[in-house]
C-alpha cells in the first residue's frame, strides 16, 4: 500500500517491536502515586509526522451553547428550500397593477398538436425580466427511450402510466424550481373531457396556484402546423381535427382563451401577458 507523499507512516506497534520493546511496563511496578491521581496507564497522545499538522484537541461545548441547528439540503455552497405545492397568487394592492413579467409564476400552457405551445412558452421564458424555465411534458415523457409507449400506437395501461409519470415528475421540477425563486411555465395538450390527462393531475403536483392558460387557433392552423413537423411529433390530419375539436370543450370553462390564428410568436407572448395579468388580480376557478 502507498501512502500521500510526504513522510511515511510508522509501522503499527506490536507485541516485541517498537522503541519500547525489552523494557518493562510501568504497570507491572506499581509504586507509591499522590492522592486524586487517575488509575492505569497515562494516554499516549497520537504520533506526529513531518510536514502533517497536529490535530486541534477536542473542545467539549459549553453547557449554555446552543444546539447548532439542522442544514438544510444544499448544493454545493448554495443553500436550497424545499420545494411544496404553490399557493394560490394574492391579488396585489388595489393601487398597483400586477405586473406578470416581474412576478414569480406558474403557467401551464394548454392547446392541441399545432397550437404553437412549446414555441410560445420558449420565447415567454426566454423574455422574462426575472429567471424563468420551460418544462415540457412531451420531451419529459420521452426520456424513456427503450420501452416508450407511444401515444399514437394507441393510448393504453402503459401510455397512461408514462404520462402520468412524466407528469409527476414535471410537477416535482417545477415546485423546486419556484421554491428557489425561479417562475415556471408547462406545456402540455390537456383535454377538458379526460380525467387522466386533465388539469386534477397538475394542480395536484404544482399546486393551486397554477395559472392555466389554453391556445387554441383555427383548425386550417394546427393543420398547417402539423404538416411542418417531423418525427412522432407529427400526426395524422384525421388525429389533429380530433383534438381540435375536443378542445374546443375549453369554451365555457372559464379559463382564459388565445386564440392565435394571426398572432406570431412575439404577439403570442405579449397577448399571454396581459392574460396573466388579469389572472393574478382575478385567479381563474378550476
Request: charged share 15%; aromatic share 4%.
Amino acid at each position: 500500500m502507498q501512502h500521500a507523499v510526504g513522510s511515511p507512516l510508522p509501522p503499527p506497534h506490536q507485541p516485541g517491536h517498537g522503541p519500547t520493546a525489552g523494557r518493562p511496563s510501568a504497570a507491572h511496578h506499581p509504586g507509591p502515586q499522590p492522592p486524586g491521581a487517575p488509575q492505569g496507564p497515562a494516554p499516549v497522545p497520537p504520533p506526529q509526522h513531518p510536514g502533517y499538522p497536529s490535530a486541534p484537541p477536542p473542545q467539549s461545548p459549553h453547557p449554555s451553547a446552543p444546539l447548532a441547528p439542522p442544514v438544510p439540503d444544499a448544493t454545493g455552497h448554495v443553500r436550497l428550500p424545499p420545494g411544496g405545492p404553490v399557493g394560490t397568487p394574492g391579488a396585489p394592492p388595489a393601487q398597483a397593477a400586477p405586473d406578470p413579467t416581474t412576478a414569480t409564476l406558474a403557467v401551464l400552457l394548454i392547446g392541441p398538436a399545432g397550437a404553437g405551445k412549446t414555441s410560445v412558452a420558449k420565447y415567454w421564458a426566454d423574455h422574462r425580466r426575472v429567471p424563468t424555465a420551460h418544462i415540457s411534458l412531451d420531451d419529459v415523457r420521452e426520456w424513456v427511450r427503450s420501452g416508450f409507449a407511444d401515444p399514437q400506437a394507441g393510448w393504453n395501461d402503459r401510455a397512461e402510466a408514462q404520462y402520468r409519470l412524466a407528469r409527476r415528475t414535471c410537477g416535482f421540477a417545477a415546485r423546486n424550481f419556484l421554491a428557489n425563486g425561479i417562475s415556471c411555465i408547462l406545456d402540455d395538450a390537456v383535454f377538458p373531457d379526460r380525467p387522466a390527462v386533465g388539469l386534477g393531475g397538475w394542480k395536484r403536483h404544482v399546486g393551486p396556484g397554477l395559472l392555466p392558460v389554453v391556445l387554441l387557433p383555427g383548425l386550417d392552423v394546427v393543420l398547417e402546423r402539423n404538416a411542418r413537423r417531423t418525427g412522432n411529433r407529427r400526426l395524422s390530419d384525421e388525429e389533429v381535427a380530433r383534438i381540435h375539436g375536443r378542445m374546443a370543450g375549453w369554451y365555457g370553462s372559464g379559463l382564459p382563451i388565445i386564440d392565435n390564428s394571426t398572432m406570431d410568436i412575439p404577439t403570442t407572448a405579449r397577448r399571454l401577458d396581459e392574460v396573466l395579468t388579469r389572472a393574478i388580480a382575478s385567479p381563474p376557478k378550476w
